[in-house]
């Protein structure tokens, strides 16, 4: 690597839209080349060759990053999307960005559920953000209430017709439930099992319309 390879790369990260392929090894190959420029700056014989290797690590710096900033904006935008529910292929990320980009995601997400879903959708129960078990949970992955099944129907899940409306709640699965009567829907068998047990939903031994 070299400063003028950075500044290629530099000058190309700021005409295109999308994230350059840079290789898993970019950063470490980076800080291998600012290493070698502090190595050989320690090691010169004169001031010129000190002053020299001096303005070359002081430009690779600026350079350098240069290229995150840029990519570093490119990869919030893309998170903003994905968190606002907007499917995109993001390309080009290396893994440390990629981890970098899947915790941004995360965070937007939990301040949705955190700050605008208690608004949204208000829930009459005390606690709204706990489960029909007492658990605490904030995951947010609302579901449809219609029947869905196969003829296969998971040893841990359990059919059951609810007999009264339900509040929301979080099942022991993380996922959202609003259950009104009538309804026949699967769910965790935990949750079913405390449903039938509170009388407002009785169980179904084979999955019928």
Do not use: W
């Amino acid at each position: 690597m070299s400063l003028e390879d950075l500044q290629l790369i530099l000058t190309k990260e700021r005409e295109i839209d999308e994230l350059q392929e840079l290789g898993d090894s970019f950063y470490e190959n980076a800080a291998l080349y600012i290493k070698k420029l502090e190595e050989a700056r320690s090691e010169a014989t004169n001031y010129r060759e000190a002053d020299m290797i001096s303005d070359e690590l002081k430009n690779a710096r600026m350079v350098l990053e240069g290229i995150f900033d840029r990519r570093r904006s490119k990869i919030i935008d893309a998170a903003i999307n994905a968190a606002s529910g907007i499917k995109i292929d993001v390309k080009g990320l290396t893994s440390k960005e990629k981890t970098m980009y899947e915790t941004i995601v995360a965070a937007l997400e939990r301040g949705r559920n955190e700050i605008l879903i208690p608004i949204l959708e208000p829930t009459p129960l005390q606690n709204p953000a706990k489960n029909i078990l007492g658990e605490t949970t904030t995951k947010e992955k609302p579901i449809e209430n219609s029947l869905t099944y196969d003829n296969h129907v998971d040893e841990d899940l359990m059919m059951v017709k609810v007999l009264k409306d339900v509040p929301r709640f979080v099942g022991v699965d993380g996922r959202h439930y609003h259950l009104s009567s009538e309804d026949i829907v699967v769910l965790p068998k935990a949750n079913a099992l405390v449903l039938c047990k509170k009388n407002v939903a009785i169980p179904l031994q084979n999955p019928q319309g």
